[in-house]
Each structure stands twice: as C-alpha cells, then as structure tokens.
Nanobody
C-alpha cells in the first residue's frame, strides 16, 4: 500500500503563488504516475497535472503556463508550483498516485485564492 501526505495549501491573493508538496511512502516501484487533482465545491474532481515515472509531464489546459509539476524519485515526492493563481483555482487539491491498476489519494489540502 501507498500513503500520500500533502502539505502547502493555504490562502493567497489572486496573482500570488503557492507550492504544494506530496510525500509518498510504501511500495513505490515500477511504472507509476504521481500528480494532482482538484475539486471545487459543486464541481467534479479534475486532473491538474501528472508526472509519470518514465518522464514527461501532463497539464490541464487551464493551468498550462502557470503551474509546474516535478518529482524527486529518490525522495518519492511530487511538487506542484502554482504561480499567477486565479480565484477559479480555489479547490481542494489531492495528491494522486496510480500503479498496476491501483489508485491512491492524499487527504486533500485546501487552496483558496481571493480576489
């Protein structure tokens, strides 16, 4: 099993920045994907960014150019640098891990962007 622990959420004004961090513990091996999803009140959970273990990154169109995802495989961590934040970025952000048909979620961290 894999445990995901998130940190870095908070309140920020529009145009500001936040950095989210997720530390994964447990059995991390083989091909896997780490990333971030978010869910705003009354909306469906959506993918924000992912980074596969094999390389590359994927971003939702709404965050391209503003968010940067990275991972440190030696530490089993994934970071999400969020710049130029907008009120519509307000949501609970969830760390995400999938490997070999199993999906794991962090507890979620609140990001609130004021206008």
């Amino acid at each position: 099993q894999v445990q995901l622990v998130e940190s870095g959420g908070g309140l920020v004004q529009a145009g500001g920045s936040l950095r989210l961090s997720c530390a994964a513990s447990g059995s991390i091996f083989g091909f896997n994907v780490l990333g971030w999803y978010r869910q705003a009140p009354g909306k469906q959970r959506e993918m924000v960014a992912t980074v596969p273990s094999g390389g590359g990154t994927n971003y939702a169109d709404s965050v391209k150019g503003r968010f940067t995802i990275s991972r440190d495989n030696t530490k089993n961590t994934v970071l999400l640098q969020m710049n130029s934040l907008k009120p519509e970025d307000t949501a609970v952000y969830y760390c995400y891990y999938v490997s070999r048909g199993r999906t794991y979620w962090g507890q979620g961290t609140q990001v609130t962007v004021s206008s």
